[in-house]
């Protein structure tokens, strides 16, 4: 007699089985997961610092641009100075608010920069003024030196921007630190 085929492929022990993971599969599919997790960490970390250092390189140059155009405007007569001074601009609110053309017979406005921007790095209030955010320096004070601009009790020579740097104490990727760029 021949025995009659079962209805199931694989067999009577397979029908009351259901397949899935085990315990041990997802344990280890979790901590591969894990792995690669902190392996992603610390890269995404590392390009958020490489944003803020290209914005950080963006801003000192639109700010540095400025200067030296304010400085150029002056040297050829279309802002008036007093005699002595270095022509370089107050501080950085005259970049943007702008100053009389003395060329101009109409009397415009010569702007220098739409607004200031932010230093990235800067860690203080976040409702300090954009201008506030930077270290500035006067014509013919060395790079470690006072403050520029309007600052009080300041001399003659002072009384001008001559360079802006970060006032963070983080370094570079590079290993220069943020306020010596």
Avoid at 38 to 66: G, H, Y
């Amino acid at each position: 007699m021949r025995r009659a085929a079962h209805p199931c492929p694989r067999g009577p022990c397979a029908i009351g089985r259901v397949r899935g993971f085990t315990l041990i599969e997802l344990v280890m599919t979790l901590a591969l997961v894990a792995i690669v997790a902190l392996a992603v960490v610390p890269f995404a970390e590392l390009n958020v610092q490489r944003d803020k250092e290209q914005e950080l390189r963006v801003s000192l140059r639109v700010i540095r641009t400025a200067i030296d155009a304010y400085k150029d405007a002056s040297d050829s007569g279309a802002i008036e100075h007093p005699p002595g001074a270095s022509g370089y601009p107050p501080s950085l609110t005259v970049l943007v608010d702008g100053v009389k053309d003395a060329k101009d017979p109409n009397g415009g406005l010569m702007t220098f920069m739409r607004h200031v921007p932010r230093d990235p790095f800067f860690t203080g209030d976040p409702t300090t003024p954009a201008e506030e955010t930077w270290n500035t320096r006067a014509y013919g004070v060395p790079p470690e030196g006072a403050q520029g601009g309007d600052s009080p009790g300041s001399s003659v020579s002072d009384d001008d921007i001559f360079d802006v740097s970060s006032k963070s104490d983080g370094v570079g990727l590079n290993g220069i630190p943020y306020k010596e760029w």
